[in-house]
């Protein structure tokens, strides 16, 4: 990068993706996202085991296909498409077609059965998976000035910020719908101080990325799975932030870290689709942190430990506070009758659990 674009005054759009995605951006680095953080796929092979679980329960739901997609969007180095390769049944993995949707190169020694591919592919049948995916989309982020005016965040190479124009047109739109930053009704002039510094990541990007993956797949489920929050609670201040060999960091858009933030995905939604939380989405694909029975110890102690160490896996991913409390987002594609049933593999729940 040359001096004059390192000092050079960017969007965080615009910043993001080449400090992400640019030749030398940080998801181009030899050790991967796993060098850095641990997302639900790190986190366990129950993760992997659940996702297959319900590629199973889409395939039956489809009619068992002559072929069966499996998108792993943003794969990193293709672990969860591996894993979910490895815990499917015989007469299910022999008509999967698995797809790694990545940016960057190819692992030398990935399975051969999967397809490494820049875009998700079109015209699918099957369940399209994309973990943490949504959050690494980059997007502008607004501020409210000292009027209450929301402002985008321009940000030089070394992470300093300053205001530039006010947002307008469809960023405009969509902070306006989905996470205003200004109140024009009676009172707004004085209650603009109020609100100065109040931040937005402006999400249009993600709901365009979103629906693009959707309209890949002709029949199936496509799930995002990722750390959100919804209308009448967004953060007030944004979530934009860094993250570097294991720890959270500022967001300095230079390719040294991960730049990432929270999803709405209540504003990702397309019409039919759906938000529960992955601690009832795994809990129904047979994911539980319950503790083995004490009797298992005294019948067959190996049995008793493997089972207490699943448990605990399981409680981190499902954990309140933690990784239980991520969204998945269910977009069903197909005739109505279709949707319905692809819906009914995992939405059947408790108020409190739906988001």
Not at 163 to 187: Q, S, T, Y
């Given at each position: 990068m040359t001096d004059r674009t390192a000092g050079e005054w960017r969007g965080w759009r615009e910043a993001a993706e080449e400090a992400l995605y640019g030749p030398s951006g940080f998801y181009r680095r030899p050790e991967g996202p796993a060098g850095h953080f641990r997302t639900s796929v790190h986190a366990s092979p129950l993760f992997a085991g659940a996702v297959a679980r319900l590629l199973c329960r889409v395939d039956a739901a489809l009619g068992h296909p002559a072929a069966l997609a499996?998108?792993?969007?943003?794969?990193?180095?293709?672990?969860?498409?591996?894993?979910?390769?490895?815990?499917?049944?015989?007469?299910?993995?022999?008509?999967?077609?698995?797809?790694?949707?990545?940016?960057?190169?190819?692992?030398?020694?990935?399975?051969?059965?999967?397809?490494?591919?820049?875009?998700?592919?079109?015209?699918?049948?099957?369940?399209?998976?994309?973990?943490?995916?949504?959050?690494?989309?980059?997007?502008?982020?607004?501020?409210?000035?000292?009027?209450?005016?929301?402002?985008?965040?321009?940000?030089?190479?070394?992470?300093?910020?300053?205001?530039?124009?006010?947002?307008?047109?469809?960023?405009?739109?969509?902070?306006?719908?989905?996470?205003?930053?200004?109140?024009?009704?009676?009172?707004?002039?004085?209650e603009a101080g109020l609100r100065e510094g109040f931040r937005a990541e402006i999400g249009l990007p993600r709901d365009f990325a979103w629906a693009a993956a959707v309209a890949g797949l002709d029949r199936g489920l496509a799930v995002a799975a990722d750390y959100a929050h919804?209308?009448?609670?967004?953060?007030?201040?944004?979530?934009?932030?860094?993250?570097?060999?294991?720890?959270?960091?500022?967001?300095?858009?230079?390719?040294?870290?991960?730049?990432?933030?929270?999803?709405?995905?209540?504003?990702?939604?397309?019409?039919?689709?759906?938000?529960?939380?992955?601690?009832?989405a795994l809990r129904a694909l047979g994911v539980s942190g319950a503790r083995p029975s004490l009797s298992l110890a005294s019948t067959d102690p190996t049995a008793y430990v493997r089972a207490l160490a699943g448990a605990g896996a399981a409680a981190e991913l499902t954990a309140p506070g933690g990784l239980g409390d991520f969204g998945w987002l269910l977009q069903p594609a197909g005739d109505p009758e279709l949707r319905g049933r692809l819906l009914g593999l995992l939405v059947d729940v408790p108020d409190d659990e739906e988001q």
């Open positions: 499996f998108v792993d969007m943003a794969a990193g180095r293709g672990e969860l498409v591996t894993g979910v390769l490895a815990e499917l049944p015989a007469d299910v993995a022999s008509r999967v077609r698995a797809y790694a949707v990545e940016r960057a190169d190819r692992p030398r020694d990935l399975d051969h059965r999967i397809e490494w591919c820049a875009e998700p592919p079109k015209g699918i049948t099957g369940l399209l998976f994309a973990n943490e995916w949504l959050d690494n989309v980059p997007l502008d982020v607004a501020e409210a000035d000292a009027q209450g005016v929301a402002r985008l965040v321009l940000v030089r190479r070394d992470g300093t910020e300053r205001l530039g124009e006010p947002v307008a047109g469809a960023d405009g739109e969509w902070l306006r719908r989905w996470w205003p930053l200004a109140d024009d009704g009676p009172g707004a002039r004085e919804r209308a009448g609670a967004r953060p007030p201040f944004g979530t934009l932030t860094g993250f570097r060999a294991g720890r959270e960091t500022a967001p300095v858009p230079d390719g040294s870290c991960d730049i990432t933030a929270h999803v709405a995905l209540d504003a990702c939604r397309l019409p039919g689709g759906r938000v529960i939380t992955q601690r009832h």
